[in-house]
Antibody, heavy 117, light 107 residues
Framework: EVQLVESGGGLVQPGGSLRLSCAAS????????MSWVRQAPGKGLEWVAN????????YYVDSVKGRFTISRDNAKNSLYLQMNSLRAEDTAVYYC??????????WGQGTTVTVSS | DIQMTQSPSSVSASVGDRVTITCRAS??????LAWYQQKPGKAPKLLIY???SLQSGVPSRFSGSGSGTDFTLTISSLQPEDFATYYC?????????FGPGTKVDIK
């Protein structure tokens, strides 16, 4: 079964850091671009970042540039999102997603990040 | 960045109705558009990719059309399980951007 499972969410104070992980199974992880997408409470979807199969290209939404870093370990079939200098507006459910043919065709269940003092 | 808009923001419909949602890009994106369905508390689900290609396993009552800047998602005969929020997303350039969503609820 093709599956993505996120972990690492939690409550963190403003200015703090958190590292999200996404474990992939059931497909050849190293063959796909991978993305992080977030959804603030009661709001729509916001694409956060993505990374090429070999990690050589990475793209970010402007609001997280310089604070978040996407990475992957193909040997461990894992995707990561290192989040630093967290702000209240980063509070959201964070999903990892596989990019198929110019669309995100497999999604994880999400992990919740709450930034609050 | 490419901005995506959707209309309507919400629609009330009955089972069996034909529902059409439109999505507009702020600049041309060829056919690099996807549609997703999201139910409360659940992850989004891909319905349509490349503007008009039906994702495997998605019922044929869903269809997509359009190219350039204007796109539509049509549900030919609304079923109870289709009440959800629908998002378009451009895949032409980075950053990827989503539309604000269209909520389809029960009339």
């Amino acid at each position: 079964e093709v599956q993505l499972v996120e972990s690492g969410g939690g409550l963190v104070q403003p200015g703090g850091s958190l590292r999200l992980s996404c474990a992939a199974s059931g497909f050849t992880f190293s063959s796909y671009w991978m993305s992080w997408v977030r959804q603030a409470p009661g709001k729509g979807l916001e694409w956060v970042a993505n990374i090429k199969q070999d990690g050589s290209e990475k793209y970010y939404v402007d609001s997280v540039k310089g604070r978040f870093t996407i990475s992957r370990d193909n040997a461990k079939n894992s995707l990561y999102l290192q989040m630093n200098s967290l702000r209240a507006e980063d509070t959201a459910v964070y999903y990892c997603a596989r990019e198929g043919y110019f669309a995100m065709d497999v999604w994880g269940q999400g992990t919740t990040v709450t930034v609050s003092s | 960045d490419i901005q995506m808009t959707q209309s309507p923001s919400s629609v009330s419909a009955s089972v069996g109705d034909r529902v059409t949602i439109t999505c507009r890009a702020s600049q041309g994106i060829s056919s690099w558009l996807a549609w997703y369905q999201q139910k409360p508390g659940k992850a989004p689900k891909l319905l349509i990719y490349a503007a008009s290609s039906l994702q495997s396993g998605v019922p044929s009552r869903f269809s997509g059309s359009g190219s350039g800047t204007d796109f539509t998602l049509t549900i030919s005969s609304l079923q109870p399980e289709d009440f959800a929020t629908y998002y378009c997303q451009q895949a032409n350039s980075f950053p990827r951007t989503f539309g604000p969503g269209t909520k389809v609820d029960i009339k």
